[in-house]
């Protein structure tokens, strides 16, 4: 029993494992829980260097085609929408050639290894036309949109404070294995582009432009083994420590890290206002701690962000009934499907590859700062987009 | 790409909103993540009232067919197992005409409105020969499955206590609807078959067999408005208050109500024996808190079960990210369908019918001991399996 | 430096560790604390067996007298008041005996081994009409107050639930030594009287008066080895389990027991009400969980109780300099005197004698409930105060 | 009853409101709690501005005399040891004249205004050869202790982070009054003082000394109104936000605000080292969050620390008794008095002077780096000690 006068989005799907299996079970899922959908997603081709690995994956995320070269994808005429899920360095290559044919890009973040790289990115999806999507999907948490809106409604006042941390502890243990994640040349960075550029994302959609940056970074265990046998030299950084400023003024810390052990996915924020303040941890995503300034028995109060009223609030179950970590993706690719459709744009809600382009400046300016002990200004380093 | 050598399990779906939403969402899942799964379920068909809204429903969740009667579905030569996600009133029915004609039985909790009607399901699936199972997701937590392991393995030592909260605050408001929940005759019970049957089949898990139960019961607004206009008489109990006693001589507490404000989805236990206590909580379900006793700087840990050697550990993702409440229908599912496929079985770590009856016997000694303020002993309330 | 003009009352404590400890210290700072004190406290004696550990209790804590028999000290014509914090088996005895010398009388909790001791002790009370206080110092407690005036005020609208747990481990481990407290004979009974029984007070101080109780108890481990050698014979309860009924119409559960690894000094309450919830937790004493039903974005708020408009506010420190478990004598002191000096009341926001006595009759009815296995209505057992 | 063969120590407090309360509730406490001690603190003179307020303060304390000025108390030849509790621009010349005259002094944080002003009274202590402290009182929170303990003991193996915050609100409202606080030629400077120093000397205590931090301040308000009318103008920070660098390799953040909603007095620090992690929170300061890795159930585990094995445990009262905010300033004296009596030595465990003037001199560093806006070594700002 299916409906035929719905017409349907063909994507393919750069990656299949690691989050690039988020975004394949939100395409299994996104149309049946926002129903009904002007533009159903058919899943039509996954792309991997594995051929043998890769058509495993097409049989189990149901695609109709697996290639062994993402090339092969995006020029797979049924495809419509690329979802680029790959290891950095192809985020730029595959994306700037996906948009050349037309298609529409969701890239998962950081958008690329340099602000350069970046930059070109951006240009080449203004130049297409297209529409284009960073995969910031901590945006769609329930609580972070509560956030968000509680900010926006003036809730918090002027904000004083933005301080966050990402960090988790798989890097602690030695003997965890060199991987590309390690080596500067294919990720741009360690966990600056890899965990700090969700926590700027979030910045910049909760607080507004950084400004400044002050920091330092280290390099804890230098040499890892591979998988394969012998070691491999690490050449990121293992964390970096931040001082951030905001252009309204609002200043704060940022940190990550994979050197915190019992910490496992553990972005954080506080932000402090006039009004009041919040507070967010995504190891309990369902939650958001709210402090509001008034008269009477006060104190932070933990918001289960399940209820009607809440943003997604009815979307799956009712309240107290929690949402999972992929959920956000399901959240994402609806967003992006919207915009595909003509029904809204990326943004404000959603981050773009301007977005993702002036995050991936940021970053630059950590590791610049870390690198010349020195405050960096941000804004100098941003310019401008330049469309064909 | 299909597998065309993987067998297909036909099944249909009695309801489709609430719960039964999450059944459906579950067969859509459950063989992309346990993949490669033997037996891959297919949705057949789904039953409900409304001729227009089941069909609708068929459309969203890509069921064959639609019947707006369950008698249709059961039917349908295509069905090999039914999920019986429909209200109290049309389990037994509904459970034993599919058991007649051969179908495995995966049954919504309460099993059925009393023990009674419980036992005849029991025996009718006994006779049928056919896989039960009762819906008691919560079996299929990570965090209580850790739980159940580390109480098996002795962790805990000999257990002293168990005390059980289910609370939300659906009903806090007198404009709260009058619904089938309400009505006895449909319903069986009021909040002791709705919540603390949950509490007290995580009570039998955990711990063993409940030997005695004293109890209150309260109505605390007795009449509600229809959603068609006018009032209904609320004729089940708002609240349950109770003393539990287990054959293994642990003794403890158990409480559901829907009038706490600020409780949402707060199933709650916690577990005291001679070598450590735990601790859970629905709401934070990703979640154990464990207190072993040793000689160090000690207090509870909360463990985000999340890691790889936690149950369920690296089915869905890494370390810190977090599952959602509809996770557990999906375990629930592959776990049915392994004991369909005759992999396994579904007790102990399911619950079978004679689960959902036993369960259903201490829920009616918790009504006697409420109305007759008297502890009542469970056993001699127990009536043994009379398989045709 | 002192001042001449302030009036000093001369306090006798009977008693000089444990709980008695608490009363020394607070003699010794309440008047700095509470600046002027129309009355100011002196350490006259202390009372206690050992002679010699009563002689040097007198030298540390600055008595002018030490006796080793209590009858000595409510002989010594410069006591005024009678601290009883003694063993259970002497709250009764001294306290009469001191009540018939005119002495105003602080005992402590329980008031007595039964309820009928704890008549007498009210009666005698009465007859010599003195002040007389039971020492359920968690009434002092800011969070306690707190909670108090926000259910007085009616925040919490129509109260559906109190449920309390109070629980330690201080008895997990085996060879914790056997005590007056095991033995009925001295101490009446076992945790019902010395943890359940400030429970109970919380629940009449916060709730109101429980009209009926159901319950069971138990005795885990019934030998234990005397600390100068052989074993006792332990012939009161290691836990009680209960349902509780107020005469408003409030249900709720609780629980007392030393068998509860990871808890400390675990005296929790959760009161639910038709305007919102609060809960308490002893070990985080300076909390109180909030929350209040509205329409915003909601969630149970921690008030840290430390507010200059908060009970006991500025009294001690600023906002967010915790107060420690003492402190609650020192606030329950001051309220005695202030009751002793003539400028206020004991009751209502201190307990009694006859609110000493009224949870007596309730601890006797919930050893009644375990022991017969039925719900045991508590206002029969009341008997009117019968003054001489 | 007086132990005449107890050696008195004369003790004179500069100040008598704020923290010079704490410490005048400690003297009357310590030796009943440290009991018995060999060197019985006895309160001689109470020093202050107000000749009024002084003599009450002298009466409620029960000091023998009262100076309106501090010249007074030093040379009162019954002082022996000198508290100095004033504002900041009295710690330099009150303890060095103190020291002048052979008295012991306590002296309250930060130590002075400047680095320099710090290193002259840690010169003049060394040449005077005194006992010298300064009030870094959290060195004795008893959960603060174990976490030093469990470091140097290795339990966190090599340290990769420390960060901290000291975060209040009460300067968010803007008509919270001008005062000494608000004015660098009184205070020396702001937050960094007042709240960063507390976090440095915690840093330094667990981790050890800074090498370099990099930095950023804000004014938020710049005006004030004034208590007598009028308005003052701010030139202290209001917040303060840094990046630290310690000599052993670790990196963390650093920050101070009073511009932080529901925050009340929230000191906490999170430690990562390749063993494990520990947290602590001043507003929740009997506890300790502890994760050790291991192989097991693991997360951090929320430590209550009032075991009798833990840091000062058995010295007030049982497990889970928690004790309160000005029970530091009972830790810190006694510790002070066996160092006066030379029982033991002020370092390791409690902050001398050298201390004190090491944490200025990071303070200063903090300053430098915010106003240069570059990364600023610690060490070269450091000068040896020069004693006479």
Redesign the interface.
């Known amino acids: ?3 035929g006068s719905v017409r349907q989005v063909g994507i393919g799907v750069l990656g299949y494992e690691g989050v690039a299996k ?1 975004h394949l ?1 939100a395409i ?2 996104v149309s ?1 829980i926002f ?2 959908l002007p533009a159903r997603p058919l899943l039509v081709a996954v792309a991997g260097r594995s051929a043998d690995r890769v058509e495993r994956a ?9 290639y062994p070269d993402w090339r092969g994808l995006i020029d797979d005429r049924r495809v419509q929408v690329l979802i680029n899920a790959g290891p950095n360095d192809v985020h730029a290559e595959a994306s700037v050639a996906g948009a050349a044919r037309g298609l529409h890009v969701l890239c998962e973040k950081p958008l690329a290894r340099t602000s350069t790289e970046a930059a070109q990115m951006r240009d080449a999806a203004a130049t297409a036309r297209i529409v284009h999507m960073t995969g910031y999907n901590y945006r769609f948490v329930p609580a972070v949109r ?1 956030a968000r809106q ?1 900010i926006r409604e003036g809730r918090l006042g002027r904000i ?2 933005f ?1 966050t ?1 990402y ?4 890097m ?1 243990d030695p003997s965890a294995p060199y991987s590309w994640r390690h080596d500067k040349a294919r990720a741009g960075s360690g966990v600056i582009g890899d965990l700090a550029a969700h926590a700027l994302d979030l910045a910049r959609f909760l607080v507004g432009e950084v400004s ?1 940056v ?3 970074a ?1 390099i ?1 265990i230098d040499r890892r083994p591979r998988r394969d046998g012998g070691e491999g030299a690490v050449d990121v950084e293992d ?1 970096i ?5 905001f252009t309204t ?1 609002a ?3 940022l ?1 990550a ?1 994979s ?8 972005l954080s924020f ?1 932000v ?6 919040l507070a967010f941890n ?7 701690e ?2 509001v ?1 008034d008269d009477g ?8 962000v ?2 009607a009223h ?1 943003p997604y609030g009815g979307t ?12 956000t993706f399901v959240h994402q690719l609806h967003h992006f499907l919207l915009a595909v459709g003509g029904q809204s744009t990326v943004e404000p809600d959603g981050a773009s590859f301007e977005d993702g382009y002036r995050c991936a400046v940021v970053c630059d300016a950590l590791d610049r ?1 870390a690198r010349e ?3 960096v200004p941000v804004e100098g380093l941003v310019t401008p987009m330049k469309p064909g």
């Not at 097409?58 to 697996?66: I, L, M, V």
């Not at 995504?282 to 958001?288: F, G, S």
């Not at 028995?297 to 289960?304: E, P, Q, S, Y």
Request: glycine share 12%; proline share 4%; charged share 25%.
């Open positions: 029993m299916t409906d988020a079970l299994q899922r049946t129903w009904p097409a049989q189990r995320y149901g695609a109709q085609a697996a509560l509680l004083y404070h301080r941390r960090c988790d502890d798989s602690v400044a002050s920091a330092t280290r804890f964390a420590e931040a001082v951030l400023e003024g200043v704060g810390t940190e890290s050197f915190c052990p019992g910490r496992k996915n553990f506080e402090n206002g006039s009004g009041g303040s995504l190891e309990r995503l369902n939650e958001l709210l402090f300034r028995a006060n104190g932070f109060r933990t918001v289960l399940t209820e809440h799956w179950w009712p309240p107290g009934h929690i949402l999972g970590w992929e959920h700062a002990g020195r405050r």
